[in-house]
C-alpha cells in the first residue's frame, strides 16, 4: 500500500514536468553575421520544442533552407560540438577567425551550439569574426 501510495504521488509530482515539456513549443530566431567579409545579414526563424538546444534549431532550419543556410560542426571529445564554418566560410586559426554563439543581449554564451538552450522568443547571433 505504502509502495503504491508513494509511486502515485511521485507521478503527480511529475505531471505537470511531462506535460510541459511535451506541450510546449517557441519560435527562436538564428541571426547570421559575417563582419570579416562584410555580407549581407541574414535571418531565420524556427519553432523548437521546451528546452531544445541551438543546433537540433540549426538543423531544422538546415532542413527548411538547405541551399541558403549551412553549417558544420566538429565534435570535441570532451566539450562536444563546436561550429566550424557556415554558409561556407570557416574560421581560421592561422587568421584568427571563428564563429561567436552571442545571446540575445549581445553577450557571448559560456557553451556551444550542441548546449545552448535558447529562452523563447530568442534571437541568437552566430557572429563571424576575429579573436586577439
Known amino acids: 500500500m505504502a ?11 511529475l505531471l ?3 506535460l510541459a515539456q511535451s506541450a510546449t513549443e517557441y519560435p527562436v530566431t538564428l541571426v547570421v553575421q559575417d563582419t570579416i567579409n562584410n555580407r549581407q545579414l541574414l535571418t531565420y526563424t ?6 531544445a538546444v541551438l543546433l537540433g534549431a540549426m538543423r531544422k532550419i538546415n532542413q527548411a533552407n538547405p541551399k541558403n543556410f549551412r553549417f558544420e560542426t566538429r565534435e570535441d571529445p570532451n566539450y562536444g560540438p563546436f561550429l566550424v564554418s557556415v554558409n561556407g566560410v570557416a574560421g581560421n586559426d592561422t587568421a584568427h577567425t571563428y564563429w561567436q554563439l ?3 543581449d549581445g553577450t557571448p554564451t ?13 534571437t541568437v547571433t552566430l557572429k563571424f569574426t576575429t579573436w586577439d
Request: with cysteine; charged share 15%.
Open 110 to 122: 559560456d557553451v556551444g551550439v550542441g548546449c545552448y538552450i535558447p529562452e523563447p522568443n530568442e
Open 3 to 13: 509502495l503504491t501510495v508513494t509511486l502515485f504521488l511521485s507521478a503527480l509530482l
Open 16 to 18: 505537470p514536468v511531462l
Open 46 to 51: 524556427t519553432i523548437i520544442p521546451y528546452r
Open 102 to 104: 552571442l545571446k540575445a
